[in-house]
């Protein structure tokens, strides 16, 4: 017997973005869902976003630099939300061996990099979200721990001869990162890099929403520790809620942070 297909509600969106009033069509999951379905709905909504973004930056002079074989970017600190981090998880359980057994192997090789470098506590329990700093404020905190990562050059698990393996399921911070800058300035982690505007990231968004849906806060996690943590609390963005509900969550943050 085949299970009921799930239903799907076309919607349109009214946005305010970078100054102009927008209509954004989407798809709306209808009933109950888990918490996680929202992963599609979060990166249409950016691809939209994204597209009046860069014709924003277009329409001030500026181009797009990012090139296909540009990998700088690859060895950032690269958050996902934690519903991206259980995907990841999910991507990665569902490639064939040995390559499989590779990726992971990548995984466990970048966070044994980060403990040697002080940057994840070898001591937490595994699941663990977050890099060490002893910066007293969250910016400076991320700022600190996005230098020190990037001083170790630690290649993306699924960079592959200079190319993203997953390049349609990576986490939406890569997909909204668009520099207008000299690639020679992402090269360096030069404060000077300009990326086209993002008025709500979506993935802060998704990642907030998640917290609300969950009634547990939640925080970007560091792209390496992404399979840990999704092996160890991927079971809580499987929570069923209304999937209008969900929606209207993913809108109200969305607002709220672009206010």
């Known amino acids: 017997m085949k299970s009921p297909r799930k239903a799907y509600e076309d919607a349109k969106v009214?946005?305010?973005?970078?100054?102009?009033?927008?209509?954004?069509?989407?798809?709306?999951?209808v009933g109950r869902a888990q918490v996680h379905e929202l992963l599609p709905l979060a990166r249409s909504l950016s691809a939209s976003i994204l597209a009046i973004s860069t014709a924003h930056a277009r329409a001030q002079g500026k181009e797009?630099?990012?090139?296909?074989?540009?990998?700088?970017?690859c060895r950032q600190l690269v958050p996902a939300s934690p519903i991206e981090a259980r995907r990841l998880g999910e991507v990665?359980?569902?490639?064939?061996e040995p390559r499989r057994a590779e990726v992971r192997e990548r995984f466990i090789r970048a966070i044994e990099r980060l403990?040697?470098?002080?940057l994840v506590d070898p001591r937490a329990p595994k699941g663990r979200s977050s890099l060490v700093s002893k910066e007293a404020t969250?910016?400076?905190?991320?700022?600190?721990?996005?230098?020190?990562?990037?001083?170790?050059r630690i290649d993306c698990p699924f960079l592959e001869g200079d190319l993203c393996s997953i390049y349609e399921e990576r986490p939406i911070a890569c997909r909204e990162y668009n520099?207008?800058?000299?690639?020679?300035?992402?090269?360096?982690?030069?404060?000077r890099i300009e990326i086209a505007p993002r008025p709500s990231p979506m993935g802060d968004v998704l990642t907030k929403a998640t917290g609300e849906l969950t009634g547990k806060r939640?925080?970007?996690?560091?792209?390496?520790?992404?399979?840990?943590?999704a092996r160890?609390?991927?079971?809580?963005?499987?929570?069923?809620?209304?999937?209008?509900?969900m929606f209207w969550a993913l809108l109200r943050v969305m607002e709220e942070d672009s206010a």
């Not at 797009?64 to 970017?73: E, F, L, M, V, Y």
């Not at 160890?232 to 509900?245: F, I, L, Q, S, Y």
């Open 138 to 152: 969250s910016s400076a905190a991320w700022d600190d721990v996005s230098r020190r990562y990037y001083e170790l």
């Open 14 to 29: 009214h946005l305010h973005v970078l100054g102009e009033e927008h209509e954004i069509e989407c798809k709306v999951r």
């Open 92 to 96: 990665v359980a569902a490639m064939p």
């Open 64 to 73: 797009i630099s990012c090139q296909k074989g540009c990998t700088h970017c």
């Open 218 to 229: 939640q925080a970007g996690i560091p792209l390496p520790l992404a399979l840990e943590w």
């Open 115 to 118: 403990e040697q470098a002080g």
């Open 232 to 245: 160890v609390h991927g079971k809580t963005v499987e929570r069923e809620r209304d999937g209008e509900a």
């Open 179 to 191: 520099a207008v800058t000299d690639p020679a300035l992402c090269e360096a982690l030069d404060p």
